[in-house]
């Protein structure tokens, strides 16, 4: 039987290779990654794969659509699988946190440009940056023991 990973290589005229393979799980299992955390996550069941393997893989998978090669400014470049659909990223400011975020408005390409300037606009990329639950709530101050007991 068939994997949906190895159909998927095949639908896009792609060898199934173990490399390609473990990448497309470990995005799968990982999204938004970075290329040494693809590289780790492979390595892990397949130690022989090398480093310059799985960049090309990656590079291969992007170039065929399997997987989306996203950089938010100013952080490195993260890949993802969800690549069906025109969505959206929020990026924390402070530990680089990335989550999806789906479509801000009606069907693809989302957003609708005042001005195209002859463009056929095909796609939209937002990317909402703020803070993260877990940095929020680092930021908070902590109120001592003692300070709650008097008044």
Avoid: K
Avoid at 40 to 62: E, F, G, I, K, M
Avoid at 137 to 147: E, G, K
Wanted: hydrophobic share 40%; glycine share 6%.
């Amino acid at each position: 039987m068939m994997s949906d990973f190895e159909a998927q290589l095949r639908a896009a005229s792609l060898r199934v290779t173990r490399p390609r393979l473990a990448a497309l799980a470990a995005l799968r299992d990982h999204p938004h990654v970075g290329t040494d955390e693809v590289i780790a996550l492979v390595r892990a069941n397949h130690p022989t794969v090398s480093h310059q393997a799985v960049y090309d893989v990656l590079r291969v998978l992007t170039d065929a659509g399997l997987v989306r090669r996203i950089q938010p400014a100013g952080a490195t470049a993260r890949y993802e699988s969800r690549v069906a659909d025109n969505h959206h990223h929020v990026v924390c400011r402070s530990c680089g946190a990335i989550a999806d975020v789906d479509c801000a408005v009606g069907h693809a390409p989302c957003l609708t440009a005042p001005v195209d300037h002859g463009f056929v606009v095909d796609e939209a990329e937002v990317v909402y940056w703020g803070t993260c639950p877990d940095c929020a709530t680092d930021r908070m101050p902590q109120r001592s023991a003692s300070s709650e007991g008097s008044t």
